[in-house]
Nanobody, 125 residues
Framework: QVQLVESGGGSVQAGGSLRLSCAAS?????????MGWFRQAPGKQREAVAT????????YYTDSVKGRFTISQDGAKSTVYLQMNSLVPEDTAMYYC?????????????????WGQGTQVTVSS
């Protein structure tokens, strides 16, 4: 049983910021999971935005968000965050929190077995 619940999405103007939160089942942070944020816009493929491992390790960011987005986590709260700054309309998408059991983080969405319900992010010009 893995539960992932995203929150923090909304509508903002270009240049604005949002902080997404993913509340995860407590046991996730007592084991080894890769936590990831993915996004999918209508008509486009789902892509990895950022990943981080529950045990600590290197982070991954897709090129389009480097320098603007930051993934972080709070093990005590079993929560992973995505701070999104300098948002642009191209960031508009449904954002999903996902978890992959294992020692290694990967960026392909098919390798993640657990998903949250998603939270919508809309950036207007």
């Amino acid at each position: 049983q893995v539960q992932l619940v995203e929150s923090g999405g909304g509508s903002v103007q270009a240049g604005g910021s949002l902080r997404l939160s993913c509340a995860a089942s407590e046991y996730i942070y007592r084991s080894n999971y890769c936590m990831g944020w993915f996004r999918q816009a209508p008509g486009k493929q789902r892509e990895a935005v950022a990943t981080i491992h529950t045990s600590g390790g290197g982070t991954y960011y897709t090129d389009s968000v480097k320098g603007r987005f930051t993934i972080s986590q709070d093990g005590a709260k079993s929560t992973v965050y995505l701070q999104m700054n300098s948002l642009v309309p191209e960031d508009t998408a449904m954002y999903y929190c996902a978890a992959r059991y294992g020692l290694i983080c990967k960026k392909d969405p098919t390798s993640f077995g657990y998903w949250g319900q998603g939270t919508q992010v809309t950036v207007s010009s």
